[in-house]
């Protein structure tokens, strides 16, 4: 009996160990439970960001010659299947689109940099290089979108903030392909600048 009991006890604390093994899987894989609040809504709100930016923009006449001159860019439906940014070396520049605060230009668009995919295990990171870092992990979501969740970093900062930590730093987003070889990071309510970033992304 005591052998028996001993041997019950053992298997439930492997069922436990494992149960809880395949929860933080599931965890790190499903970006609703990695999510804050704040970021699941701005993810909702996706599309109200692109219209009140676009709004914005058409504004002014340079604004609707900028978004002429890249449609694909800039049209909110276009969206190809096959999302996710493979492993690799890429270029990217952002957008920022709809400026906050008096005098905000309604089109910014800033310099191109190096960025870059890296894959460990489960876990797929997208990084660029500037001023201004994103730094954060994506997230396989539908066929034609991939989540991304990450921070900003700034200036000299030698290492990414922790997501979660400063709701101003949090960054959400979609990652949509838009062309054969073509992409953008689409970052609806941005915690500075802008309505909507839009950062293109492009092999290197």
């Known amino acids: 009996m005591r052998i028996a009991r001993i041997i019950a006890v053992s298997l439930a604390g492997a069922m436990l160990a494992t149960a809880a093994v395949r929860g933080q899987d599931t965890s790190d894989r499903d970006w609703r439970k990695v999510a804050t609040r704040q970021d699941r809504e701005r993810l909702r709100g996706w599309r109200d960001a692109w219209v009140q930016a676009l709004a914005k923009v058409r504004g002014s006449e340079a604004g609707r010659a900028r978004l002429a001159a890249d449609p694909a860019l800039f049209d909110p439906d276009r969206v190809i299947e096959g999302a996710a940014l493979h492993p690799g070396r890429y270029r990217c520049r952002t957008h920022r689109l709809g400026g906050i605060g008096a005098g905000g230009p309604p089109l910014l668009t800033g310099s191109w940099t190096a960025c870059r995919v890296t894959e460990a295990g489960m876990e797929r ?37 922790r997501y979660g930590r400063d709701r101003q730093r949090d960054m959400a987003g979609l990652v949509e392909r838009i062309d054969a070889a073509r992409w953008r990071l689409v970052l609806p309510f941005p915690g500075f600048h802008s309505t ?8 290197d």
């Open 196 to 203: 909507l970033d839009v950062i293109e992304v492009v092999p």
């Open 125 to 161: 990171r997208f990084v660029t290089d500037g001023d201004q870092r994103a730094s954060g992990n994506l997230f396989d979501s539908t066929d034609s979108r991939t989540i991304f969740l990450g921070t900003l970093a700034l200036g000299d900062e030698d290492r990414p903030m």
